[in-house]
């Protein structure tokens, strides 16, 4: 008799010893190894980028989930002016208060409106994720365009609604509170006199570039690919940024890095003098954000063979159209 090595083998041989048939070949269960563990076999990790998406995807235009996405970026830019305007003019409130009737209540304070900044983007960031990848600013969308993780169409529909929403959320806000907003300056962004106009467009623009460059490392695949953790921890960074930005920025321009959020104050409180340094809440954070896009693709993702010879220009061209470079 021959050796059993399977389960059931005994019996097959005896069969096959009677018949003069040769014994049949056992082929194991799919999924189980030699070992006897079940399961596919492993996967590599997923540590490249996703493929890039086309500039214009317009059959995205016909389903639901693009749609989805722009109402919760919506929704996020409404609920995030709302709440952020609304502690300025109470806490600019309370300060004039405390100076005019020697309340000791100071409110907030600078400290917890950064917080109040910061705590909304960690929140919605965490909530519309999954819907639309939790953007929340035209200048983070636009970075995004220009690594092409968004098309063309949805990075226009994604702004639209962000302004939108941030005009709504404002509109709440002067609704909730007349007399303190038309009082009290709106909330809006503007240039301290303290400070020259060329300081506050370096201070949008390297405030965008620290909030946008820590947005494309949290959401890293080579990251999420070595911890398991970082999905789930990527909108507290990314809160903490805009956190820390603000508190360096607030002295000089009330801190935009984000120009639906002072396109929006601008618009509802709506006086003359609210219009002259606009443009540097725009130029600002774009450039920020281009910086980010480039530093993210040519240094942070790029595979490096010989480091030593740089094409620098080739690096800066197709990152933003093409692909990671890699360096030969």
């Known amino acids: 008799m021959e050796e059993v090595t399977k389960e059931g083998s005994a019996e097959i041989s005896q069969t096959n010893q009677v018949s003069g048939d040769p014994p049949p070949t056992i082929v194991?269960?799919?999924?189980?190894?030699?070992?006897?563990?079940?399961?596919?076999?492993?996967?590599?990790?997923?540590?490249?980028?996703?493929?890039?998406?086309?500039?214009?995807?317009?059959?995205?235009?016909?389903?639901?989930?693009?749609?989805?996405?722009?109402?919760?970026?919506?929704?996020?830019?409404?609920?995030?002016?709302?709440?952020?305007?609304?502690?300025?003019?109470?806490?600019?409130?309370?300060r004039t208060r405390r100076r005019m009737y020697h309340d000791p209540c100071d409110g907030v304070g600078l400290l917890g409106i950064a917080w109040s900044f910061g705590g909304m983007i960690f929140l919605l960031v965490y909530c519309t994720a999954g819907i639309s990848?939790?953007?929340?600013?035209?200048?983070?969308?636009?970075?995004?365009f220009l690594v092409r993780r968004v098309s063309l169409p949805r990075a226009v529909a994604y702004i639209a609604a962000q302004c939108s929403g941030?005009?709504?959320?404002?509109?709440?806000?002067?609704?909730?509170?007349?007399?303190?907003?038309?009082?009290?300056?709106?909330?809006?962004?503007?240039?301290?006199?303290?400070?020259?106009?060329?300081t506050a467009l370096g201070a949008e623009m390297f405030g965008t570039f620290v909030v946008v460059y820590t947005v494309f490392s949290a959401t890293d695949p080579k990251r999420k690919a070595g911890d398991s953790h970082v999905p789930v921890l990527a909108p507290l960074p990314i809160g903490f940024a805009v956190f820390m930005v603000?508190?360096?920025?607030?002295?000089?321009?009330?801190?935009?890095?984000n120009p639906a959020r002072s396109l929006a104050t601008a618009i509802v409180y709506n006086?003359?003098?609210?219009?002259?340094?606009?443009?540097?809440?725009?130029?600002?954070p774009f450039s920020g954000?281009?910086?980010?896009?480039?530093?993210?693709r040519c240094i942070s993702r790029a595979t490096a063979k010989e480091p030593l010879r740089i094409r620098w220009l080739d690096c800066?061209?197709?990152?933003?159209?093409?692909?990671a470079p890699e360096f030969d």
């Open 28 to 94: 194991p269960k799919e999924g189980v190894t030699e070992e006897g563990s079940g399961g596919p076999p492993p996967t590599k990790k997923d540590n490249v980028d996703p493929p890039q998406v086309p500039l214009f995807n317009l059959r995205e235009l016909k389903t639901w989930s693009f749609y989805r996405a722009v109402i919760a970026e919506f929704v996020a830019a409404l609920l995030y002016l709302y709440v952020t305007i609304a502690t300025i003019i109470g806490f600019v409130a309370s």
């Open 133 to 144: 990848g939790g953007h929340i600013n035209p200048a983070v969308t636009f970075g995004f």
């Open 166 to 198: 941030a005009i709504c959320g404002t509109m709440l806000v002067r609704a909730f509170m007349t007399h303190l907003y038309d009082e009290l300056g709106g909330g809006v962004n503007s240039v301290s006199q303290s400070y020259s106009r060329g």
């Open 246 to 257: 603000h508190l360096a920025t607030i002295p000089i321009t009330g801190t935009g890095i």
């Open 271 to 284: 006086r003359p003098e609210v219009w002259d340094d606009q443009l540097i809440f725009w130029y600002g």
């Open 289 to 296: 954000a281009l910086a980010a896009a480039i530093y993210h």
């Open 316 to 323: 800066c061209f197709n990152c933003l159209f093409d692909h």
